[in-house]
């Protein structure tokens, strides 16, 4: 398996008609890669990954809200029954097809394509995609496919949150995957606000480890909060380098206010103190120094 794969054949694995399907090579090289003995797959669809895998021999359980089991409120390791080598997953891509009610009977408030915003999309992802951690052994692989979107000329990359959202010394692998016969050409890629942009022609597969060790859910959290939180410092730091810089290198602070006011509002807007917030980076950062009482200069 190479990091970019095409096929334009399915194959003849799972149901070429359950809208959003996967092709079977995509589950037969990432097993080849892999090894599992025993893999999931909480959102099964059609059952693609599971008769891939029975047909290499390796047991395989397919999971999906349409048989009851809700990957949001359902812990997968239990509905598995013990620890997988790979739990795979294939995610709705947000609203681009509507699962419950279209697709199949099952309307539920959890199902991942009937989410109220993108936001709230990534943010149920992100607990799936904890979920499948938990449900592979030390050692063992958690993997999602999934797709951009492009809605009213704003492009949404899932794939890079996913990738932030997640354990960054736990990634092993980002595959791109040409897409063919797509269900949404025509659909939301085309619409009058493509504007002669690329049409979206691929998608992801994201490869995770879990750590051999065993490294509990709690300190991967606190990790990834401490992460972060560096990078909001960093962006603080970069929001008044780009100030000062914009302002010819030195400023007293009502300017530097007024200028940072101008463009980083949203961040401010969720920051109180944004002005205490931009003295302690001025005295923090390393790459400013006072002029005098009120005046800052970039370090020289
Ligand atoms: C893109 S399809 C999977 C297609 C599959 N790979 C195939 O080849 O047939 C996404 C699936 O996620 C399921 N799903 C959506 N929300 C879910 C949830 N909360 N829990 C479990 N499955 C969910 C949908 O029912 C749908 O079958």
Known sequence: MSSIISYPDRGHWGKSSYRGNCSGHVYKDLYQATRPNF????CVG?????EVAHDMGIEAIGLDLHSGFNLLSDSILSAAGKPSDLCVSHFPYHDMIV???NVHQVIHPDDLSRCESVDDFIEKCHLALLNQREAVRPGGYYATLIGDLRRQGKYYS??????????ADELRSVIIKAQHNCWSDGQNYQGRFNKGLP???????IVWQRPEG?????????????????????????VVRHAMIQLGGQADLKTLYEAIEGFADSRIAGNQNWQAKVRQTLQRAGCFQPVERGIWKLAS
């Open 99 to 101: 699962y419950g009610g």
């Open 158 to 167: 899932f794939q890079s949150d996913f990738i932030a959202r997640m354990p």
């Open 39 to 42: 893999v999931v797959d909480p």
């Open 199 to 205: 049409r979206i022609m691929h998608e992801y597969l």
């Open 46 to 50: 059609g059952g693609t990954s599971v």
């Open 214 to 238: 065993g490294v509990s859910l709690l300190v991967t959290l606190v990790k990834m909060s401490r992460k972060a939180h560096d990078q909001l410092w960093s962006t603080w730091k970069t």
